[in-house]
């Protein structure tokens, strides 16, 4: 199964307008059984388009972030049962532009876990940054991003999708160069083999309708987490082309 996944972070998007343009780029014959495709708006329109039966029997819907504590008193939070009472079905967590927010690898573990036992699938956000990149340390900081949940021998990772985001290639237009994203991405997957683990990985940082076939020909990629370009539904339905 593939996945291309549209986070449109806080962003003013026209949801109709977006529809509109995706459907007149992405007919009947373009349905791809084998690829999901996930749209992340913000909270609001999250609630209003999931519950529209005209939208969900096409899209999945997934949030773009979730607390990791329980429901109760933390102002402006959305909990888990949150996004089950709507019938969520994947949530982003990690995601670096939420990591420089304070969310740390404890934190994220929590949302996993959280989110794991109602059934939602995280989709967990790994990549390191250029300065790491530069002192060829990318192995080691991926690890470490991957520690804390690959000991929890209580959490069904095989229920999670990855995505390996390089931050100085996310937002920038330019993805990272086609060697270090199989460098990154053969790297998370023997980790993930040496704890058994089947790898549902995906790539984000830049991707566009232009290079999305050439990144998706990389072994082991499932699919993208897509930002800017999937703001726009005729360049989205463009990518999804490209499965
Ligand atoms: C992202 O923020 O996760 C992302 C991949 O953004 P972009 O596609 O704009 O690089």
């Known amino acids: 199964m593939k996945l291309l996944i549209a986070n449109w972070k806080m962003n003013l998007v026209d949801h109709q307008n977006w529809l509109s343009s995706f459907d007149s780029n992405f007919n009947k014959s373009h ?3 084998s690829l999901k495709i996930i749209i992340c708006p913000n909270f609001l329109q999250l609630a209003d ?14 949030a773009q972030n979730v607390s990791e504590n329980p429901p109760g008193a933390y102002t402006g939070e959305i909990s888990v049962e949150h996004l089950l009472e ?8 990690g995601h670096s532009e939420r990591r420089a927010l304070g969310e740390t690898d404890f934190i994220v573990k929590d949302k996993v876990e959280k989110l794991l036992s109602k059934k939602i699938t995280p989709v967990i956000c790994i990549g390191e940054s250029f300065e790491i990149q530069k002192n060829n340390e990318t192995k080691t900081f991926l690890l470490s991003q991957l520690e804390l949940l690959l000991k929890d021998k209580n959490l069904n990772l095989n229920k ?3 995505a390996y985001e390089p931050l100085w290639a996310i937002g920038k237009g330019i ?3 086609l060697s270090t994203i199989k460098t990154s991405i053969s790297y998370i997957k023997k980790v993930f083999d040496e704890y058994n683990l089947s790898l549902t990985i995906l790539y984000g940082g830049s991707v566009n309708e232009k290079n999305s076939s ?3 020909s990389v072994d082991h990629i499932s699919g993208f987490l897509v930002g800017n370009s999937s703001l ?3 360049e989205f339905a463009n990518i999804a082309k490209n499965f």
């Open 31 to 33: 349905i791809n059984n």
């Open 49 to 62: 388009m999931s519950q529209k039966n005209s939208l969900s029997n096409r899209f999945i819907f997934g």
């Open 86 to 93: 709507i019938g969520i079905d994947y949530c982003i967590v």
């Open 160 to 162: 999670c999708v990855f």
């Open 175 to 177: 993805p990272a160069d």
């Open 214 to 216: 050439e990144i998706l």
């Open 232 to 234: 726009d539904g005729k």
